[in-house]
């Protein structure tokens, strides 16, 4: 079993930055790649960035250089840095979980970005 907690979002203004947290637990070792999905109001959720477990990143075209995916060494917690936060980036913010090729999804964490 794997869990994972979000942790980090809240309220910005427009122009600021944010790093969110993707705290993992239980049978890490299982894990094949991560990634931070988005759902904003209106819209359907969408990928925003994916890590491997060889440390290899991938972004949606949108993201155009603000988003930043990483992770720490023990690989037990991922990051999303956003830059240049915009009020489109509103959303509730997703870590994902490929486990041997189950989804395991965290609860979200709400990102608001005021203009």
């Known amino acids: 079993q794997v869990q994972l907690v979000e942790s980090g979002g809240g309220l910005v203004q427009a122009g600021g930055s944010l790093r969110l947290s993707c705290a993992a637990s239980?049978?890490?070792?299982?894990?094949?790649?991560m990634a931070w999905y988005r759902h904003a109001p209106g819209k359907q959720r969408e990928l925003v960035a994916v890590?491997?477990?060889?440390?290899?990143?991938k972004y949606e075209d949108f993201v155009k250089g603000r988003f930043t995916i990483s992770r720490d060494d023990a690989k037990t917690t991922v990051y999303l840095q956003i830059n240049s936060l915009k009020p489109e980036d509103t959303a509730v913010y997703y870590c994902?979980?490929?486990?041997?090729?189950?989804?395991?999804w965290g609860k979200g964490i709400l990102v608001t970005v005021s203009s």
């Open positions: 239980g049978s890490i070792g299982s894990i094949n790649a």
């Open positions: 890590i491997s477990s060889g440390g290899g990143t």
């Open positions: 994902h979980a490929d486990v041997l090729g189950r989804d395991v």
